[in-house]
Nanobody, 115 residues
Framework: QVQLVESGGGLVQPGGSLRLSCEAS????????MGWYRQAPGKQRDLVAR???????NYAASVKGRFTISRDNAKNTVYLQMNSLKPEDTAVYYC?????????WGQGTQVTVSS
């Protein structure tokens, strides 16, 4: 099974930047499809960005052009670089791994964008 450990959340001002990290256990990280999701209070959990094992990416329209998902297979880590942050980006961000037909979730990390 896969265990995911997230880090990098925190409090930032509008227009600021954060980089989230998600480190996965196991020796088969390179074949995992990875994604970042977020959930704001009273809202459902929605896809923010996705990256396949082949490196293809896609993004929610609300973050396209501001966020970048990437992966470092040597470090078993996926990143979410978040720039030009807005108050509406405030949410708990979750890392997800898809492997062998199973979905695994990280514990979530809080991102708060406020002045």
């Amino acid at each position: 099974q896969v265990q995911l450990v997230e880090s990098g959340g925190g409090l930032v001002q509008p227009g600021g930047s954060l980089r989230l990290s998600c480190e996965a256990s196991g020796s088969s990280f390179s074949i995992y499809a990875m994604g970042w999701y977020r959930q704001a209070p009273g809202k459902q959990r929605d896809l923010v960005a996705r990256i396949t094992s082949g490196g293809s990416t896609n993004y929610a329209a609300s973050v396209k052009g501001r966020f970048t998902i990437s992966r470092d297979n040597a470090k078993n880590t996926v990143y979410l670089q978040m720039n030009s942050l807005k108050p509406e980006d405030t949410a708990v961000y979750y890392c997800k791994a898809l492997m062998g037909g199973y979905a695994y979730w990280g514990q979530g990390t809080q991102v708060t964008v406020s002045s």
